[in-house]
Nanobody
Framework: QVQLVESGGGLVQAGGSLRLSCAAS????????MGWFRQAPGKEHEFVAA????????NYADSVKGRFTISRDIAKKTAYLQMNNLKSEDTAVYYC?????????????????WGVGTQVTVSS
């Protein structure tokens, strides 16, 4: 069983930066995919980024390409989402998710493990 705990959310002005962390407990194998999703009020989960645990393969939503960077530290069993040049439309609850195998899918239903989320608010 894998448990995920997000941290690093907060209030930031437009144009600012935040780094989210996702600490994993339990066994994380090389086949795992770690993903970040977000959910704004009244909207469904939106894919943000994903990374293969074993390597550097990544996938990003078009809306965040060039601004967000996903990474992971195997020794710390932690995934990160560096968010730069934040915009008001990035305001949402950000969730870390993991799936045991498969591709870097954008569908939230493909991910088996979820954190409880961390709020990111960008003021304009």
């Amino acid at each position: 069983q894998v448990q995920l705990v997000e941290s690093g959310g907060g209030l930031v002005q437009a144009g600012g930066s935040l780094r989210l962390s996702c600490a994993a407990s339990g066994s994380i194998f090389s086949t795992y995919v770690m993903g970040w999703f977000r959910q704004a009020p009244g909207k469904e989960h939106e894919f943000v980024a994903a990374i293969r645990w074993s390597g550097s393969t990544t996938n990003y939503a078009d809306s965040v390409k060039g601004r967000f960077t996903i990474s992971r530290d195997i020794a710390k069993k932690t995934a990160y989402l560096q968010m730069n040049n934040l915009k008001s439309e990035d305001t949402a609850v950000y969730y870390c998710a993991a799936r045991r195998w498969g591709g870097l899918t954008v569908s939230s239903s493909d991910y088996e493990y979820w954190g409880v989320g961390t709020q990111v608010t960008v003021s304009s």
